[in-house]
């Protein structure tokens, strides 16, 4: 009777938490999902269409003449309006007008016409494509790489004079393919070519942005020799939707005190104790750490500072939470062998955390020298060279064998422990009441955070997956699901609730639990042993999770 009772109080308990954060997760995906910031919450009941993360825009470039000596140095290059440059529709025009390949500046202006850029898109990609023909005397080469005179400027207001951001000589890899045989006949189509990365800004400080571009030719030194008849040049630009990051910020906003606040909570909790904080318990209060630093909304900031560093700075933030995350998982398994082996310390589980150190620290070299170094040329990749990309696939490949390796560690360990456990749960019914309630509660807080983290797990894969194949948008009776949003909401809020789950299941109880002495139930017989290697359930009270299914005991 007592038995069924305990049950049905903890499956309760559990059921309500878990309807709880069930809610809070649904809320997590509709917020992505169906909030339009330009409606406000009135956009879910005047069905409106809630925006995509990103939204991406194509650029023509114009081909302007520039016969000065200094070129677009001293003078930009404007594609339209009142001081717009002297146009060519092609290069057959600019040969019968005797104008030079050196003479010509592709000029791109960012926004189109009519239209302004905006802090809130957060950040700017370009991926720059040519259209280039075949002619049989002017082919492209084996490993034929091009040379790009690029400028960057900006300006605030339509009358003001341009100012310099950025000026590089950059040299770009072309990897065309030619579909037909190279014959007079087939002259004038065009190649396939790859797009290539052009630039990256990690904010949007101006309202207007020009690019001038400049292919200089010298034949005697072979720089621009060799690589086809270019046509067109066109940009396709990436930035983050203005509405997506209104939403974004204010989800960021709600979920930084959320996570602080439990998080204080955790440790005072903790610190009730008359015994010092277990090595599980640390890592959960730093977990919580590392979620609150990705939480906090720094990026508010960038709405009136020029901060070029904030997608490297994001990046650094994303991957101490995955380390701690990741190390998590070890030390919780590790913490509930339930053998004989002393694990509360972190210099127990090198081996398993060692992975995780030296994978972390090659895609944060790899990531200083790709966005590290944007931050003073825009246009840089290290894709471009040959020692850039294989400097580039080694950090990737090392820190893709250091994930396998802490896999194959947390997999043989989640096998010790169901190996563990059901070695034990054929031994519960001969201990007594105190060592069976302590290893069901081990056995039960155990399986219970494999199930949520599952879940999380599962659910993460899934709605990639989802929003990979999908068109982006679900039709939902009146309503349009914005389905690239509602995964970036949603799985942000699973992996916050995560968090918070942790901290308030696993906290330990500030109640003192020494009634069961007084009962005379802590008789230990001379065969049992109690290993204690997680003593978060002794004298000093249970955790949240063992007070859910065990706290009816004593009635």
Known sequence: MAGAIIENMSTKKLCIVGVILLIFQIIAFLVGGLIDPRSGCYSLFLAQTAPSPTAAVPYVAIK?????????????????????????????????????????????????????MSPWFQFMVYIL????????????????????????????????EWVEMAHEVET????????????????????????????????????????????????????????????????????????????WFAMKTFLTPSIFIIMIWYWRRIMMM????????????????SMTFINIPVEWFSIGFDWTWMLLFGDIRQGIFYAMLLSFWIIFCGEHMMDQSERNHFSAYWKQVGPIAVGAFCLFVFDMCERGVQLKNPFYSIWTTDVGTE???AFIIVAGICLCLYFLFLCFMVFQVFRNISGKQSSLPAMSKVRRLHYEGLIFRFKFLMLITLACAAMTIIFFIVSQ?????????????????????????????????????????????????????LGVNSGEELQLT????????????YKLARKEAQE
């Open 64 to 116: 302007c003449i520039d016969v000065r000596k200094n070129h677009h140095r001293s003078k930009w290059l404007m594609p339209w309006g009142p001081d717009q440059c002297e146009k060519i529709r092609d290069f057959d025009e600019a040969m019968s007008r005797q104008i030079e390949a050196n003479d010509i500046v592709f000029s791109i202006h960012m926004p189109l016409p009519h239209r302004e």
């Open 129 to 160: 494509h040519m259209d280039i023909a075949f002619k049989i005397d002017n082919q492209i080469k084996e490993n034929a790489e091009i040379m790009l005179d690029v400028s960057l400027a900006y300006r605030d207001d339509m009358s003001e």
């Open 391 to 393: 400097l580039a696939m």
């Open 469 to 521: 194949v999908t068109e982006g948008s679900w039709k939902w009776g009146d309503y349009t699901v914005q389905v690239n949003s509602a995964f970036f909401t949603g799985i942000y809020g699973m992996w916050n609730l995560y968090v918070f789950a942790l901290m308030f299941l696993y906290a330990p109880s500030h109640k003192n639990y020494v009634e069961e002495q007084s009962n005379g139930d």
């Open 172 to 247: 770009r890899k072309l990897k065309c393919k030619f579909g037909a045989p190279k014959t007079i006949e087939n002259e004038g189509k065009f190649y396939d070519c790859e797009v290539l990365p052009f630039m990256e800004i990690g904010t949007v400080a101006h309202k207007f942005y020009l690019i001038n571009i400049r292919l200089p030719v010298n034949e005697r030194e072979r720089i621009n020799v060799g690589i086809g008849e270019i046509k067109d040049i066109s940009l396709v630009g990436i930035h983050q939707n203005g509405g997506f990051t209104k939403v």
């Open 534 to 545: 997680t003593t978060i359930t002794h004298v000093d009270g249970p955790t949240e999770v």
């Open 274 to 289: 008359t015994r010092p904080p277990v090595l599980l318990e640390k890592v959960i209060f730093a977990l919580g750490i």
